[in-house]
């Protein structure tokens, strides 16, 4: 896992050309360096943030060429978040597995994207309230397939920053058989804020869950390797570069919460509806007779 780190907080994160892009591939050389050396084990994998690459490797060369630099001196496939062009009028979330060999191969694009911050549902609605929506100049496509990939021998279920919240797009990432959990995410935006911290949360709580190791992979911060049991085995500082070496065991168990799925809310909702319902209705009949 690298943590590249951003050259500065807040909406532009990316404002320098490349420099997002240049910190991960800098890491990753140096993760590399320490193979070589003897001092770090060799990745079967590497996995970077969403937006690790702030410009589109598709359509930038020297975006790629850095990329597939990056791939063939670890030795290893990379996961790479970008904001790819298209489909159409829109861009796209995407994570890409970038081999060392043959280059950027099999993807994900983000099935969630943000309203009012990815895309603008009724934009001259929302105009009406605020010229701010037009921070959002592209909208972002929603994508329309599972995120689990193949990528050094490991079946990859990725998501990407807070769709690791929407109970069904984990559910189906496990059931798709994601031997592990990814969740790439860019908090540059956040800057010392809680969001870091609470999305962790919601990953150890996903691990524990689906019984996955989950890797919160973050531009810069919180990025982590959760166990199975929710227990942190690393965990980064926020605007700090950071690379997690870590064995990670594929499983394909299913869980008890796996199999009830989203049974119990129902019957909890059900049950305080009940409640409700069992108060108000003698309340309201004893109200009318004392009228």
């Given at each position: 896992?690298?943590?590249?780190?951003?050259?500065q907080?807040?909406?532009?994160?990316?404002?320098?050309?490349?420099?997002?892009?240049?910190?991960?591939?800098?890491?990753?050389?140096?993760?590399?360096?320490?193979?070589?050396?003897?001092?770090?084990?060799?990745?079967?994998?590497?996995?970077?943030?969403?937006?690790?690459?702030?410009?589109?490797?598709?359509?930038?060369?020297?975006?790629?060429?850095?990329?597939?630099?990056?791939?063939?001196?670890?030795?290893?496939?990379?996961?790479?978040?970008?904001?790819?062009?298209?489909?159409?009028?829109?861009?796209?979330?995407?994570?890409?597995?970038?081999?060392?060999?043959?280059?950027?191969?099999d993807?994900?694009?983000?099935?969630?994207?943000?309203?009012?911050?990815?895309?603008?549902?009724?934009?001259?609605?929302?105009?009406?309230?605020?010229?701010?929506?037009?921070?959002?100049?592209?909208?972002?496509?929603?994508?329309t397939?599972?995120?689990?990939?193949?990528?050094?021998?490991?079946r990859?279920?990725?998501?990407?920053?807070?769709?690791?919240?929407?109970d069904?797009?984990?559910?189906?990432?496990?059931?798709?058989?994601?031997?592990?959990?990814?969740?790439?995410?860019?908090?540059?935006?956040?800057?010392?804020?809680?969001?870091?911290?609470?999305?962790?949360?919601?990953?150890?709580?996903?691990?524990?869950?689906?019984?996955?190791?989950?890797?919160?992979?973050?531009?810069?911060?919180?990025?982590?390797?959760?166990?199975?049991?929710?227990?942190?085995?690393?965990?980064?500082?926020?605007?700090?570069?950071?690379?997690?070496?870590?064995?990670?065991?594929?499983?394909?168990?299913?869980?008890?919460?796996?199999?009830?799925?989203?049974?119990?809310?129902?019957?909890?909702?059900?049950?305080?509806?009940?409640?409700v319902l069992?108060?108000?209705?003698?309340?309201?009949?004893?109200?009318?007779?004392?009228?």
């Amino acid at each position: 896992m690298i943590q590249g780190d951003v050259p500065q907080a807040g909406l532009d994160f990316n404002a320098r050309r490349r420099a997002v892009l240049d910190n991960h591939v800098q890491q990753t050389i140096s993760l590399a360096a320490a193979v070589a050396a003897g001092d770090r084990a060799q990745p079967d994998l590497v996995v970077w943030p969403e937006n690790s690459s702030d410009i589109d490797p598709y359509l930038n060369e020297d975006a790629a060429r850095q990329i597939s630099r990056a791939a063939e001196v670890v030795g290893a496939p990379i996961l790479v978040g970008a904001v790819v062009e298209g489909p159409g009028r829109f861009i796209s979330n995407t994570g890409i597995v970038w081999d060392p060999e043959t280059g950027p191969g099999d993807t994900y694009v983000k099935r969630h994207p943000v309203p009012l911050a990815e895309y603008v549902p009724a934009r001259g609605f929302f105009r009406l309230f605020s010229d701010k929506v037009d921070l959002v100049r592209r909208d972002f496509a929603h994508g329309t397939e599972v995120g689990v990939l193949e990528m050094g021998g490991a079946r990859v279920g990725d998501v990407i920053c807070f769709e690791v919240v929407y109970d069904s797009l984990v559910a189906d990432t496990v059931e798709a058989g994601a031997g592990m959990l990814v969740v790439q995410t860019n908090n540059a935006t956040f800057g010392f804020t809680d969001e870091s911290e609470q999305q962790l949360a919601a990953s150890r709580l996903r691990a524990v869950e689906f019984g996955r190791t989950v890797v919160v992979a973050a531009t810069s911060g919180i990025s982590a390797v959760v166990a199975p049991d929710g227990s942190l085995a690393r965990r980064s500082e926020l605007f700090t570069p950071a690379v997690f070496v870590e064995d990670v065991a594929q499983r394909d168990s299913t869980t008890l919460a796996e199999r009830l799925g989203a049974a119990p809310e129902w019957v909890l909702t059900a049950l305080g509806a009940g409640a409700v319902l069992a108060v108000a209705v003698p309340a309201g009949r004893r109200r009318r007779a004392a009228r």
